[in-house]
C-alpha cells in the first residue's frame, strides 16, 4: 500500500489522481480543517468518475507532529510519498516552519525506519539550492550564508532528515521543483500569479526562476518510485523565464493586460520595507519579505538534465501549454 502525506495540496491532489488511475491502493493523510473537497475538484478537472476514484482512497487525519495517529496510517505501508509542507516567506512563520517541515519530516523518516519503508518520495524545491551564475545543478550546494529565506531553510533542514534516513537503510528519491503551474489551489503558490495577473498587475520583475507543470511533477515521482533509482535528487524544470514573462504569458492566456511597468531593485527595496510596516500596524502576515524582493530579481537558470538522462524518454510539458490550461480552469472557476 502507498501513503501519500499532503494529499490536499496541489501536488498531493495530483498525485492522488495519477496512483488511483493506475489502480494502487492508497492512503492518504489530511491536517485538520484541509478542504477533502478541493481534491474531488481537482479530479472533475481530468477526469469523469471522480467522486468515484476519490472514494477508492482511505483518508486518515494525521498532522506530521500527532505520532499516534501516523503510527497508524503507516500500518501496511510498503511506499511513501511526502508532500505535506508548510509554505510561508514570513520570518514570524520560522518556528512553524522548522516544527511541521523539519520536525515533521523527521517523523515520517523514524516511522519509514521503523515500519522498514521499501521507497520513500520527498518533495523538496529548487530553494535549497545555491546560487550559480550559470547553471544550477544538483550539486550546487548553498553555503548558508546566501540570506536564504525561512522557508528554504526549512526545507533544507527536511532534506537533511531524508538524507539521514537513507543512511539507516531506507532507499529515498528527492524532486526539487521549480515554481509549479497547476490548477485548483488560486490563494496559495503560484495560484496567486493567475489571481493577480486577473486583477491586474502593474509591475513585474525581471528576475529569472524554473518553471514546471504540476503534472510533470507527478510523472517524474512517480516514475523515480517505480525504477530502481535510489539516494538520489532531481532538480524538475521545464524552463527558466522571468517573472515579467510569466506574467506576460499568464495575462495573455487570461485575455487581461500586462505588466507594463519594471519592479527594480529600489521599488521591490521600498515595497518590502512598506510591507514589514503594514504587517505591525495591521497584525497580518509579511507578502513581501526582504529575501522574496532578492529572489524576484535574482537570475537562477536551473537545469533539469540529470533526470532527462536518468530516465529516458522523459519529456516536459511546455511552460505556455502549462500556463494556458492552467489559465482556463482559472476562467471556468471566475465564470462560475
Known amino acids: 500500500m502507498i501513503l501519500v502525506t499532503g494529499g490536499t495540496g496541489l501536488v498531493g491532489s495530483h498525485l492522488l489522481l ?22 474531488k475538484i481537482i479530479f472533475s478537472y481530468y477526469s469523469k468518475n471522480a467522486v468515484e476514484l476519490f472514494d477508492t482512497i482511505q483518508w486518515i487525519e494525521a498532522d506530521l507532529n500527532d505520532i499516534p495517529k501516523l503510527t497508524l496510517a503507516f500500518k501496511d505501508i510498503t511506499h511513501v510519498y511526502h508532500c505535506a509542507a508548510y509554505i510561508s516567506f514570513d520570518p514570524s512563520d520560522y518556528k512553524k516552519l522548522r516544527n511541521i517541515n523539519i520536525k515533521g519530516t523527521a517523523n515520517i523518516v523514524n516511522l519509514c525506519i521503523s515500519n522498514t519503508v521499501e521507497k520513500l ?20 550546494y548553498w553555503s548558508g550564508n546566501q540570506d536564504q529565506s525561512v522557508y528554504a531553510i526549512s526545507k533544507y533542514g527536511a532534506e537533511m532528515e531524508v538524507w539521514r534516513g537513507t543512511q539507516e537503510g531506507i532507499p529515498a528519491v528527492i524532486v526539487n521543483p521549480g515554481v ?73 492566456a487570461l485575455h487581461v493586460k500586462s505588466p507594463k511597468k519594471v519592479a527594480s531593485k529600489v521599488i521591490l527595496s521600498i515595497g518590502w520595507r512598506a510591507d514589514w510596516l503594514f504587517s505591525k500596524i495591521l497584525r497580518r502576515k509579511r507578502r513581501l519579505t526582504k529575501q522574496l524582493a532578492k529572489t524576484l530579481l535574482k537570475k537562477s537558470f536551473y537545469s533539469s538534465d540529470k533526470i532527462q538522462q536518468d530516465l529516458k524518454g522523459f519529456e516536459w510539458t511546455p511552460i505556455t501549454e502549462s500556463v494556458s490550461a492552467t489559465c482556463r480552469f482559472y476562467l471556468e472557476k471566475v465564470g462560475s
Open 180 to 252: 509549479i503551474i497547476g490548477p485548483g489551489f488560486w490563494n496559495t503558490g503560484s495560484g496567486l500569479l493567475f489571481k493577480l495577473a486577473y486583477k491586474g498587475q502593474s509591475y513585474a520583475a525581471k528576475g529569472i526562476t524554473a518553471y514546471v507543470d504540476v503534472k510533470d511533477v507527478v510523472l517524474a515521482m512517480t516514475q523515480l518510485m517505480d525504477s530502481s533509482i535510489e539516494n538520489e535528487r532531481y532538480i524538475l524544470a521545464s524552463a527558466n523565464v522571468t517573472y515579467q514573462e510569466i506574467m506576460s504569458m499568464i495575462c495573455k
Open 121 to 140: 518520495c520527498y518533495v523538496s524545491s529548487v530553494a535549497t539550492l545555491g546560487h550559480h551564475s550559470k547553471s544550477i545543478n544538483e550539486e550546487t
Open 18 to 39: 495519477k496512483l488511483v488511475q493506475q489502480g494502487k491502493e492508497i492512503r492518504a493523510t489530511y491536517r485538520k480543517g484541509s478542504d477533502l473537497e478541493r481534491v
